[in-house]
């Protein structure tokens, strides 16, 4: 149940649109236990979705389950009942309004689309450059595609505006790079094809850098300390085995999660000793921080006010087996 808006917010939320007054209706009708049984009655039992701040594609999934026939039916004969008619007569959509929000539908489902692969177990780092390529392709598309569309084409331009940002900015780091680069079964290629040949000699170069150089600022004694020849050695051989790596022909790692760390952990003892711990590390890093935000999450079933004396090494520990146990990521035990 929510609280009850008033008139000056409601008119702030039709201001925006058909996407307002969606909100409006869904409100409405959520915030009385009576109004939502008369909703399921026409709806033949399917509720609405309201969007929320904190939820990804909340926007997506309220136009997605309010275009259900049987959810625009249920909106449509609630703004016709005479018990409601009043109140909803401002906020009721035309058919040119329920048409625009399936332009909207189908241009977020794009984005929800890739957030679900993102945000999943398994999802690493080198699945951000080509995703937000494709999602900034479908973003220019649809730019096109609604040129001649004042209320679409001001949605897009903005979302265009804003991803064309956030794209730029992945270039500041090596790591989204050389997680692309780790992917043996595309290598150099995925760059090559999308970047200009002055995006990807930079990109190649923080690569370099990001493998040449110790990723803390030493002080003045241990930088004495590791210029030595065996450390020079070390840092020549990564680079060497990076050439290497690129040089090498191309491997299909799997498909499965985890694939690409398996790759280079077996091949981590023979052909490339050292770039393999970098590639493992990079590779660690989750696409999108849902998951550990699960997972930390989680931990307050865990170390709850009875039992919150636990250590935070033993709670990491306990979390770490819960998120592998629950994978099923168990090679470490074997079925009896």
């Known amino acids: 149940v929510y609280n009850v808006p008033s008139a000056l917010e409601t008119a702030n939320w039709r201001k925006q649109g058909p996407l307002g007054k969606l909100h409006n209706i869904i409100v409405y009708i959520q915030r009385s236990p009576k109004r939502r049984d008369v909703f399921f009655e026409y709806s033949k039992g399917l509720g609405l979705i309201r969007d929320q701040k904190t939820r990804w594609n909340s926007w997506y999934r309220m136009v997605q389950r309010a275009l259900h026939p049987n959810c625009q039916r249920g909106i449509e004969r609630m703004c016709r009942d ?25 241009f977020l489902a794009d984005f929800s689309e890739v957030t679900l692969a993102s945000e999943g177990r398994g999802a690493s780092l080198e699945l951000v450059l080509p ?88 002080t003045n004694y241990e930088k004495y300390c590791k210029a030595n020849l065996e450390d020079l050695m070390i840092r020549e051989t990564i680079i060497d085995e990076l050439e290497q790596y690129l040089q090498d022909a191309l491997e299909w790692p799997g498909e499965e999660p985890n694939d690409l760390i398996k790759w280079w952990t077996a091949n981590s003892a023979t052909r490339y000793t050292h770039l393999s711990k970098i590639a493992i590390d990079v590779l660690s890093i989750p696409a999108m921080a849902a998951e550990p935000e699960r997972l930390f999450s989680g931990a307050a079933h865990t170390l709850t006010k009875r039992r919150n004396r636990m250590k935070a090494g033993t709670l990491e520990m306990v979390e770490c087996l819960k998120s592998w146990l629950g994978g099923h990521n168990t090679a470490f035990m074997e079925d009896n």
């Open 82 to 106: 005479p018990d409601y008619e009043d109140d909803l007569f401002e906020d009721k959509l035309e058919h040119n309004e329920w048409d625009y929000l399936k332009k909207v539908c189908d």
């Open 131 to 218: 995703q937000m390529d494709f999602l900034l392709t479908q973003t220019e598309k649809a730019r096109d595609m609604y040129e001649e569309d004042p209320m679409m084409r001001v949605g897009v331009m903005a979302a265009w505006k804003k991803f064309d940002k956030y794209y730029a900015l992945t270039g500041r780091s090596a790591a989204y790079c050389a997680a692309t680069l780790f992917n043996p079964a595309q290598k150099k290629g995925w760059i090559e094809s999308k970047w200009t040949p002055k995006e990807v000699e930079d990109g190649m170069q923080k690569v370099d850098a990001y493998g040449r150089y110790p990723k803390k600022k030493l």
